[in-house]
């Protein structure tokens, strides 16, 4: 089974991820956006643009996931934003063609919730403040595309903590939870390395 946690940037998608992975026996997180930076690196700088649009990215993503799920004995998780249908279509439409099991959560919060979230993320980003920006001006174009049907299932995030994201994807997805809540410390703690681990 892969596991699409798709959603805005500062919907929680990572942390949602990372904490599946602790809870959940033989979980794997397998990050997309790696691909695209190694694909980046191995541009000019003139011609690093968003990865998503090129197309040897697109089908790497097809390639590596389904790989990845075919290997591995417990879910794969991938947290990773798409937006456009067609990219949407291409990905996850070419996985499930290969007879890839995925099932699909896009985390949804409202624009205000995102702005808060996104602002107390400003410390963990090297290239610091001007990627933040960039992440907020991408609010709209995230909200109204996942609004739509296509990528149900929506899991709304604004009322509830990552324990409950975690929960309500699990049992949607006929997990068996193994691990359980950490203490708040413990979870803050934690917040702060999949955070700090994720600075790109």
């Known amino acids: 089974m892969l596991i699409?946690?798709?959603g805005a940037f500062g919907?929680?998608?990572?942390q949602t991820a990372f904490e599946l992975r602790r809870r959940l026996v033989g979980a794997h997180v397998a990050d997309?956006?790696?691909?695209?930076?190694?694909?980046?690196?191995?541009?000019?700088p003139a011609?690093?643009?968003?990865?998503?649009?090129?197309?040897?990215w697109r089908s790497a993503v097809v390639d590596v996931l389904q790989r990845a799920e075919a290997a591995h004995g417990g879910p794969v998780l991938v947290p990773m934003t798409i937006v456009r249908?067609?990219?949407?279509?291409?990905?996850?439409?070419g996985l499930r063609s290969r007879g890839v099991d995925v099932r699909h959560y896009a985390l949804i919060a409202s624009p205000e919730t995102l702005r808060k979230r996104l602002s107390t993320r400003i410390a963990f980003v090297r290239s610091g403040l001007?990627?933040?920006?960039?992440?907020?001006?991408q609010i709209p174009r995230c909200v109204s595309a996942l609004a739509q049907e296509r990528y149900a299932t929506h899991v709304e995030t604004d009322q509830r903590t990552t324990d409950e994201v975690v929960e309500w994807i699990a049992d949607d997805a006929g997990l068996t939870l193994a691990g359980p809540r950490l203490p708040p410390w413990r979870y803050q703690l934690r917040?702060?390395?999949?955070?700090?681990?994720h600075i790109r």
């Open 4 to 6: 699409w946690i798709n």
């Open 11 to 14: 919907a929680g998608k990572t």
């Open 32 to 44: 997309p956006e790696l691909l695209g930076f190694a694909m980046h690196r191995t541009l000019p």
């Open 47 to 56: 011609a690093r643009d968003d990865f998503q649009d090129l197309a040897a």
């Open 85 to 93: 249908d067609d990219y949407f279509d291409e990905i996850v439409g």
């Open 130 to 137: 001007r990627r933040e920006t960039w992440a907020v001006q």
């Open 191 to 197: 917040r702060l390395e999949v955070g700090i681990g």
